[in-house]
C-alpha cells in the first residue's frame, strides 16, 4: 500500500505530475474566492429585542415596555443572561442563551414570544426588532460629507443620492446616514381665525389628511389587456394645499390658505454630526454577513472618488475610520511571516544539504502543499483570516519535516551506488510507514482542537482543520512530488560530489567542521549523562527546577487575553448627558470635548454624532442627551493607550456628564453600551455589574466602586455603566 505513491511517482511522471498540477490550480483558482476577515465566522448565541416608544421616558420605558418583554422571554430554556436597559424613547432587552444553542432558532422563539405581547404594549409603541448578534454587521467604514453648502442641503444629497450610489457596491448591505434634518412642509394655523370662523384643529388635519390619498379604483379591461387603475390625489406643490377648500355650515367656502400659513421647511433638529469641529453628515457602511469586508471596501472607495469628482465646489467624503486598513494588515503581517519562514526554512535546508537540487525539491514541497490547502478551505467554507494563516504558519514545520525524511533516506540510497530512479523509489517507500504515523500524530492533535465546544471551539474550528488539511497534503506531496523530482534532479554519490567538486566546497568543508564539533561536545555531555544514574537525575532536576521558573517568570510577565488587541488606531469618547436634555447642551458639552481631543497633536480626525442612529447590531439613538466623538490618529502617532491616558485628564470638567473614554478596536458597534456587544465583553478584562433598590443607590454604589477601584495601583482604563440618568438593569 505505501509502495504506490513512490512507485507511480518515479515510473508514471506525467500522470503523477498532472495530479500535483491539478491541486496546484485548483488551489490557485480557490485562493482568490476565500473571503478575507480579521476572525474566523463566529456565532453568539445573544439575542437583542429593540422596541421604539416615541416620547416615553426611562420609567414610562421600563414599566410599559420592558417588563412584558422580559416576562415574555424568561421563561424560554437555556437562557444563560437576560439584561435590559430602557432609556428616553426606547427599550433594550439581550437574551443571552447557552453556548451550543442555534442562535436562528433562538431568534424565532423569541420573536413569537414577543408577538405574543404586542397588545398588551402600548398603542404609539412601534413594532419591536428582534436580531440575532452578527460581528459582520458592525460598521466597516465611517465618512464624513463636509462643504460650504450647509448641512442640510448635504443632507439631502446623501440621502436622496449618496445612499443609493453606496448601497449599490456589492457587498453593503446598509447606509446608515447621521447629521441633517428631512424636509417638511409646515401648516401654521392661526388660533384667531379658527376661532373667528368657527373651526377645529382636528377639523383641518382631517381634511390635510383625507385630501393627501393614492388608492387603487379598479381596472379597466380590455380585448388585449386588462389595466389597473388608481385615484392620485397626493400633493405636488404648497399651493394645492393652500387651495384646499374647507365646507362651513351655511356653505361658506374657505381656503386653507384664509387661515393657516403653508410653507416649505426643514424639521428640528433631532440629530447632529461634525468633522473636525465643522458641521457635516456622517455615513457608516454596514457590510453583508456574507462579503468580504476588503473588497467592500475597496468598492466603496472607489466610489467616492468617483463622488468627489461629482460633488458641488467645496464639498467632500472624507474616510475617517476603515476597518477593512486594519483587516488587511493583520492579514498582510502574517502572510509576510509565513513567507519569511518558507525562505529561512530554505536558507537552513540548503546549509545542511550542501545540495541546490534537494533544497529546490524540499522548498518546491511547501509552497505547493500550502496552494493546494486552500482547495480543502475553500470547499470547507473558510475565510482567509488569522487562525487560518496561523494554521498554514504553524504546519511549515510539519511539511518541509517530511519532504526532508524523504530526502535523506533518498540520498542515502544515493551514497551507496544506486541510479536515482531505484534510490527514489526504495528510498520513499522505506519511510513511508514512519513519515505516515509521525504525521498522523499531528492530526491526533489538531481534530479534537477543531471540535471544541463553546466560543473557543468556533474560534478553533478553522484553525485545527485547516491543519489537518495541510497535513494530508504534505503527505500526498511528500510521497509524490519529491520521489518525482528527486528521480530526475538528484545524481548517485551526490553529497560527496558537492563536497569535493561544488563551488561551495571550502564553506562546506568548515561547515561541517563546525558541526563535527558540536556533535563532539553533545556526544561528551550524553555520555557523562548516561555513565552514571546520579549524573541523569542531575539533569532532569535542572530541566524541572528551569521549567518551574520558565511557568513563574512567564505568569508574572506575560499578559494573557482572548483576542489580541491588534495596532489600534482611534479612539472613542462617549458621553451622556441627564435624560431630557435638550440636544443644543450635548453639542455644546461635545464642541468642548472636541476641543480638547483636537488639541492633541497625535489626532487627525475627530467625527462627533450626536443623537444618532448608529448603524450595526444594537441601536440606543433616539434621545439628544448622548454623544459619541470618534477621533482617528495620524500615521506613525503614539499608541492609542498612550494618547488616551493624556486625554483622560482633561474630559472631568465638563459639567454634569458621564464620560468613557476608550481605544476603539475596529469591531465595536459606535452606540454599545456595556453588556450589549459579547465580542468586545470578551475583550474587556473584567466586567463588574452592581444591582441596587432604585437607579439612585445604583449611582452611589457605582461611584464608590470606582472610587475604591481608583486606590488600586496598575489598573487598565475602565468605562461606567452608570450614566446620571434613572436607568434598569434586568
Not at 458 to 474: E, P
Not at 604 to 631: D, H, K, Q, R, Y
Amino acid at each position: 500500500m505505501f509502495d504506490f505513491l513512490p512507485r507511480l511517482a518515479v515510473q508514471r511522471p506525467v500522470l503523477t505530475t498532472m495530479m500535483v498540477v491539478m491541486a496546484l490550480v485548483l488551489g490557485l483558482f480557490g485562493f482568490p474566492r476565500l473571503q478575507t476577515d480579521l476572525y474566523p465566522e463566529v456565532e453568539f448565541p445573544v439575542i437583542t429585542i429593540s422596541t421604539v416608544y416615541p416620547g416615553a421616558g426611562p420609567e414610562e420605558i421600563e414599566t410599559q415596555v420592558t417588563d412584558r418583554v422580559e416576562e415574555a422571554v424568561a421563561t424560554l430554556a437555556n437562557i444563560d443572561g437576560l439584561r435590559s436597559f430602557s432609556q428616553e424613547n426606547i427599550s433594550i432587552v439581550i437574551v443571552q442563551f447557552d453556548l451550543g444553542v442555534d442562535p436562528d432558532q433562538a431568534a424565532v422563539d423569541v420573536r413569537d414570544r414577543v408577538e405574543a405581547v404586542r397588545g398588551q404594549m402600548p398603542v404609539d409603541a412601534e413594532a419591536s426588532i428582534v436580531q440575532k448578534f452578527d460581528i459582520g454587521a458592525l460598521p466597516i467604514m465611517e465618512m464624513a460629507l463636509f462643504g460650504p453648502q450647509g448641512v442640510d442641503p448635504l443632507y439631502e444629497l446623501a440621502d436622496e443620492d449618496l445612499r443609493e450610489r453606496f448601497s449599490r457596491v456589492g457587498g453593503v448591505a446598509a447606509v446608515d446616514i447621521v447629521g441633517g434634518r428631512d424636509r417638511e412642509v409646515e401648516v401654521l394655523v392661526s388660533p384667531e381665525r379658527l376661532q373667528a370662523y368657527g373651526v377645529t384643529l382636528p377639523e383641518v388635519v382631517s381634511m390635510i389628511q383625507a385630501e393627501n390619498v393614492s388608492v387603487p379604483s379598479g381596472r379597466i379591461i380590455e380585448p388585449a389587456a386588462a389595466v389597473p387603475v388608481r385615484v392620485v390625489g397626493e400633493y405636488r406643490s404648497v399651493q394645492e394645499i393652500e387651495e384646499l377648500r374647507l365646507f362651513l355650515q351655511g356653505g361658506e367656502v374657505l381656503r386653507l390658505g384664509d387661515i393657516a400659513t403653508v410653507r416649505e421647511g426643514y424639521q428640528d433638529v433631532s440629530q447632529i454630526a461634525r468633522f473636525n469641529g465643522e458641521p457635516a453628515v456622517s455615513i457608516s457602511i454596514q457590510r453583508r454577513s456574507d462579503a468580504n469586508p476588503v473588497s467592500t471596501a475597496e468598492g466603496v472607495r472607489a466610489e467616492i472618488q468617483r463622488i468627489n469628482a461629482e460633488l458641488p465646489p467645496g464639498a467632500q467624503v472624507a474616510i475617517v475610520r476603515d476597518q477593512s486598513k486594519f483587516i488587511q494588515n493583520s492579514i498582510n503581517d502574517v502572510l509576510f511571516n509565513l513567507l519569511i519562514g518558507i525562505l529561512l526554512t530554505t536558507v537552513v535546508l540548503f546549509l545542511f544539504l550542501h545540495s541546490w537540487r534537494g533544497t529546490i525539491i524540499a522548498a518546491a514541497a511547501m509552497p505547493v502543499t500550502i496552494i493546494s490547502t486552500f482547495l480543502l478551505m475553500g470547499l470547507a467554507g473558510f475565510t482567509l483570516n488569522t487562525m487560518t494563516l496561523m494554521a498554514l504558519s504553524i504546519t511549515v514545520g510539519i511539511l518541509v519535516t517530511n519532504t526532508i525524511v524523504v530526502l535523506e533516506n533518498i540520498y542515502r540510497h544515493l551514497d551507496l551506488g544506486e541510479d536515482p530512479k531505484s534510490a527514489a523509489q526504495k528510498g520513499t517507500s522505506e519511510i513511508a510507514v514512519a513519515v505516515t504515523a509521525s504525521t498522523l500524530t499531528n492530526l491526533v492533535v489538531f481534530t479534537p482542537i477543531a471540535f471544541m465546544e463553546g466560543i473557543i471551539g468556533q474560534f478553533f474550528y478553522a484553525l485545527g482543520l485547516t491543519v489537518v488539511f495541510a497535513t494530508l497534503f504534505s503527505i500526498f506531496i511528500s510521497f509524490t512530488l519529491a520521489p518525482l523530482l528527486a528521480a530526475r534532479l538528484l545524481r548517485s554519490n551526490e553529497t560527496d560530489a558537492e563536497e569535493r567538486e561544488g563551488r561551495l566546497a571550502p564553506v562546506w568543508k568548515k561547515w561541517d567542521e563546525g558541526y563535527r564539533s558540536l556533535e563532539h561536545s553533545y556526544r561528551g555531555s550524553l555520555g557523562w549523562a548516561l555513565a552514571r544514574p546520579r549524573n541523569g537525575w542531575i539533569i532532569i532536576a535542572a530541566i524541572f527546577d528551569l521549567s518551574v521558573v520558565s511557568v513563574l517568570v512567564t505568569g508574572r510577565f506575560v499578559g494573557g487575553e482572548f483576542i489580541p488587541q491588534g495596532e489600534v488606531t482611534a479612539m472613542r469618547v462617549e458621553l451622556e448627558l441627564p435624560s431630557g436634555t435638550p440636544i443644543e447642551r450635548t453639542s455644546e458639552i461635545a464642541a468642548r470635548a472636541e476641543q480638547h481631543i483636537a488639541a492633541i497633536p497625535d489626532v487627525e480626525a475627530v467625527l462627533t454624532t450626536i443623537a444618532g442612529g448608529g448603524g450595526g447590531f444594537i441601536s440606543l439613538g433616539g434621545g439628544g442627551n448622548s454623544a459619541v466623538i470618534l477621533a482617528t490618529l495620524a500615521g506613525g502617532a503614539r499608541p492609542a493607550e498612550e494618547v488616551l491616558r493624556d486625554l483622560r485628564p482633561m474630559l472631568p470638567d465638563l459639567p454634569d456628564v458621564a464620560v468613557s473614554a476608550v481605544v476603539d478596536r475596529s469591531r465595536r458597534d459606535r452606540r454599545r453600551r456595556p453588556g450589549t456587544d459579547p465580542a468586545a465583553d470578551l475583550r474587556a478584562g473584567l466586567r463588574v455589574a452592581a444591582r441596587a433598590g432604585g437607579p439612585r443607590h445604583g449611582r452611589s454604589g457605582g461611584g464608590t466602586a470606582a472610587q475604591r477601584r481608583e486606590q488600586h495601583a496598575g489598573r487598565a482604563p475602565h468605562r461606567g455603566d452608570l450614566p446620571p440618568q434613572p436607568r434598569r438593569a434586568g
